[in-house]
Each structure stands twice: as structure tokens, then as C-alpha cells.
């Protein structure tokens, strides 16, 4: 089949006057003016209209069962305060039968007036009973009512019984919570999470697995949806499973491989003390020589590496890790392996500086910035107005060349391509900021090559027919000055629509 599709604004490096495109396949067999259309026609015209077309984004970090549910069930971004949460789990809870565990996503006591969150016990009563599982917005952190407190969870690091867990006790307790969810509502879920994505415009997700994340056969089964959703490229967060990985059909061992927690948790590693909460520096999951272990693993399986890492403890561990990598295996061979660090919120020109020596990705979040960063937010509360503005630096990542890939890690927060690389460019530090083609490149072809791809993520003659049909006639920079997200006409993921509006 081919197809033309005339009229437009398409967004090439290959012609910048080009209106139309001659897709053949799964390949873009030209592009350029309308009247410049190659002799020999096409089976099917489609007639933009002076729409934009755009290569199709790609979101470096997602959650896909977790992104399906809070999409179908209890959503608590809204929630102000923590009657608000009650409230909103009484009535989540009324239409569930009465062995039901209540699962629900998304508050963030940071943004409210009043900060205390429910009990154990008020969560017990508000869901009338039943087991209560409520992840905070980062996912490192939970409120669970009195039954999910098993002996088990008790006895695991970060438990406090007033029903907020953390670490290693909110892993425990997450698996509990997750257990009784059927395959075919992770199925659905998965499916829901997925078409939600190409219906924003989004060909590809990173889906981050592990230990404490999600399990084994949630995992497998988010890369096996078929041709007619977004790609699905596994990342599975495990020390030294580079051989599981390969084995469970990930892309790479890494993700959410845990180098620390997160900052509203406080559970990131961070080198000068907390300013709010227990005032300590966080936790540390991995110690270099177990970085250097895991990465050694990798590049002797052929497999990519990563971590999570948020807190600059964190990242200083993981960069000591690589340079021992580098020592056992040579830099030019650790370098091969695009190795990735998740998040990395909290870096200093040193670490900076070693990304680049070690060709590592930044898989980041410009969207953490836009909810939480500036003087007045959760990043000024857990670290001081100072160290939040130094938070997510951007645009000295791009500055030095070091490889973005921009992300959502929805549920963390929502698929958002374009209020993303919205977020690049209005970073909350004006130093910080980056232009539309930086941001759009690093969520579109920066997804690609973060997973080792190179040859995706532009439109170019030959190269894969991966776009998307804008309802706009804005152009880029355009959108990017706007606050209205264009909808998506039409998703093509290698010559295959799935999404049509």
C-alpha cells in the first residue's frame, strides 16, 4: 500500500518546505512539496489540510499496568487534603465487592494546606474493611490500611504503623496489594495504557520492571500486545540478571533498578541532609562494587545497563560503579553499551562530566520540574530553595552532549509528550531551559536511541514511516509557546495506523 499524504507542514531535516509524504510500507519512500510529487501515484490519498506532521514520540519511562489502572480506577492526583482521600476511597469502594483490595494512585501530601495523612485505621473504615493500598505520586511510598500490615511487612525496613510505608516495606506490601489482580484486568489494563498513548501521539514506551516494581509475568506480558498498539521496550530492573533480562525479552537490565528512592518519599540518597521530615540523607539500595558487578554482567551479555538514581549520593555511587566497569572492561566497551541512568535529578559538572566520559543516557522527567520544582515546591520543602532550582539540570545535560530521552514514569506522572517538552522549555530555572527542537528530539528520536536505535525518530527518505498527524496549524515552535496540546489525528507506527481520531 501506499500512501500520500499532501498538504501539510512536515516537520523534516530532509526539505524544510516539504508538504507532503509518500509512505510505501512501513518506509518513507519521499517527501517534499506537493507539487513535487513523484510520478506514479499512490493507492490512497489523504488530504491534510495544513495539519502538522511530526515523527511520533516516544516516552522513555513508563509503568503500563500501573499507567491502566490509575487511567480506569482511583485516581488521587486531585486530592487537597486527607479527608479528600477518604472520601474519594468510600466511594471507590462502594462498587467493589467485599474481598476486593482497594488500589489507588497518585496523592501528594506536598500541595496541601494541611499536611497530615490518613491513618491506617481511617483508611480501614473509609473502604469499608477492606485491604487499602494507596501509592503517593513518586510510587516509592505508600498509605495502606490495617490489614495489608502483615508480620512481613512489619519486619522490613520503612515500615511505621501509622500506615505510611516506604522502602523496603512498601515493596512487601505492593506485592501483597498486586497479587490479586487478575491477568485479564492486567491485560486490560496494559491495552488501556497503551492506546491512551497512541492516542497522544506516542509509537513507543520503555517499560520499567523489576523487583518491587511489577513481576515477572506483568512484565512479559506488557511486551505482547501486537502490531495494532505502540512498541514495548523492556527494561528489567534486577542486580546481575542480565541473563534474565535477556531471557524475559527485555531490551536491557536496567530501569528501576534501584540505586535509591525518591525525594518526596525522602528516600533518595542525598549528600547534604533533608530539610524537612526526619532531617536524614535517604537510602542507599546498591554500593559501586555492585554497580560495577551489574554493568560487567551486562556488557559480557551484549545487554544495556542502568539504574535508578535520583539523589546526588545516589548517582555519585552508580558513576563509581561505571569507572570500575571502565577498568575491568575498557571505557570504549562500557561506552558501546549506552548504558542509562533513570531520573538523575541531582547532578554536579563532575557527574555531568562522567555521563558524558561514559557515554551514558539521561532518562529524565522535565514533568517532575513543572510539579515539583521552583522555590515554593515539594523540591524546596525536602532540599532548600537553593538545591531545588539546581534540581533536573537540563540544559546543562544537552549543553555537553550527553544523550536525553524524555519520559513520563506514568503513572508518576501523566503521559504528556507535549506538556513535557513544555516542561524543558519553562523549566522553573531559567538556565535550565532548553529549545523546542532540543526537547522535541530528545522525546522523539532520543527514545529511539536510548534503546539503540538509531535509524527512527526522523522523517527522512528510507527510513521508517513512524509520524503523526497533528490537528494543528501551528508549527513546532508554535505548539511548544502555546498551553494547548494538539490532538492526534492519526499515529502511524511503521506504515501501520494505531490511532485514527
Keep these: 500500500m501506499r500512501t500520500l499524504f499532501r498538504g501539510g507542514r512536515v516537520l523534516t531535516p530532509a526539505d524544510p518546505s516539504a508538504t507532503a509524504l509518500l509512505v510505501d510500507g512501513d518506509r518513507i519512500a519521499w517527501l517534499g512539496p506537493d507539487a513535487d510529487v513523484p510520478a506514479g501515484g499512490a493507492d490512497r490519498t489523504v488530504e491534510l489540510g495544513g495539519a502538522l506532521v511530526t515523527p511520533a514520540f516516544v516516552d ?45 494512585h497518585g496523592w501528594d501530601e506536598s500541595g496541601w494546606a494541611d499536611q497530615t495523612t490518613p491513618t491506617a485505621a481511617e483508611l480501614g473504615r473509609a473502604g469499608g474493611g477492606r485491604a487499602v493500598y494507596l501509592s503517593r505520586a513518586c510510587v516509592h511510598a505508600a498509605l495502606v490500611s490495617t490489614p495489608l500490615l502483615t508480620g512481613a511487612v512489619k519486619a522490613a525496613p520503612g515500615y511505621d ?158 558513576l563509581d560503579g561505571f569507572a570500575g566497569a571502565a577498568r575491568v572492561v575498557g571505557v570504549d566497551r562500557l561506552r558501546a553499551g549506552r548504558h542509562r541512568i533513570e531520573h538523575a535529578e541531582l547532578l554536579d559538572k563532575r557527574m555531568i562530566a562522567q555521563l558524558v566520559e561514559f557515554g551514558v543516557v539521561a532518562s529524565v522527567q522535565p514533568a517532575f520540574d513543572r510539579l515539583w520544582g521552583g522555590e515554593h515546591g515539594m523540591y524546596a520543602q525536602r532540599l532548600g530553595a537553593a538545591r531545588s532550582m539546581a534540581a533536573n539540570p537540563i540544559a546543562s545535560l544537552a549543553g555537553v552532549g550527553v544523550m536525553l530521552a524524555f519520559g513520563s514514569d506514568s503513572p508518576v506522572t501523566d503521559l504528556d509528550p507535549w506538556g513535557t517538552c513544555r516542561a524543558a522549555l519553562r523549566h522553573h530555572n531559567p538556565v535550565q531551559r532548553i529549545g523546542a527542537r532540543a526537547a522535541f528530539a530528545a522525546h522523539s528520536r532520543g527514545g529511539w536511541r536510548a534503546v539503540g536505535i538509531d535509524d527512527e525518530g526522523v522523517l527522512n527518505p528510507g527510513w521508517s514511516a513512524t509520524f503523526v498527524v497533528w490537528d494543528t496549524r501551528d508549527d513546532l515552535a508554535g505548539v511548544l509557546a502555546g498551553d494547548e496540546t494538539p490532538a492526534a489525528r492519526t499515529t502511524v507506527l511503521r506504515g501501520r495506523e494505531i490511532h485514527t481520531s
Design 161 to 318: 504503623g501509622s500506615g505510611w510505608l516506604r522502602r523496603d516495606a512498601h515493596h512487601v506490601v505492593r506485592e501483597a496489594a498486586f497479587a490479586g489482580v487478575t491477568a485479564a484486568q492486567v491485560r486490560d489494563a496494559q491495552r488501556a495504557a497503551l492506546r491512551r498513548a497512541a492516542a497522544l501521539g506516542i509509537a513507543a514506551v520503555h517499560e520499567c520492571g523489576g523487583p518491587g516494581t511489577s513481576g515477572e509475568d506483568d512484565f512479559t506480558a506488557a511486551l505482547s500486545h501486537g502490531p495494532e498498539f505502540p512498541e514495548v521496550y523492556g527494561l528489567w530492573g534486577e542486580p546481575n540478571a542480565a541473563a534474565k533480562a535477556r531471557q524475559l525479552g527485555a531490551r536491557g537490565a536496567a530501569g528501576d533498578l534501584y540505586a535509591d528512592g525518591a525525594l518526596g518519599a525522602r528516600t533518595a540518597h542525598v549528600g547534604d541532609a533533608y530539610a524537612d521530615g526526619d532531617r536524614g540523607h535517604g537510602h542507599s539500595y546498591l554500593t559501586a562494587a555492585q554497580v560495577t558487578e551489574h554493568l560487567v554482567g551486562c556488557v559480557r551479555h551484549g545487554m544495556q545497563g542502568g539504574f535508578h538514581a535520583i539523589g546526588d549520593r545516589a548517582i555519585a555511587t552508580v
Design 60 to 104: 522513555a519511562h513508563v509503568h503500563t499496568t500501573a499507567t491502566g489502572l490509575a487511567l480506569r480506577g482511583l485516581n488521587l492526583a486531585g486530592a487537597r487534603s486527607a479527608r479528600e482521600v477518604l472520601d474519594a476511597v468510600a466511594r471507590h469502594a462502594e462498587g467493589l465487592s467485599p474481598d476486593a483490595v482497594v488500589i489507588g
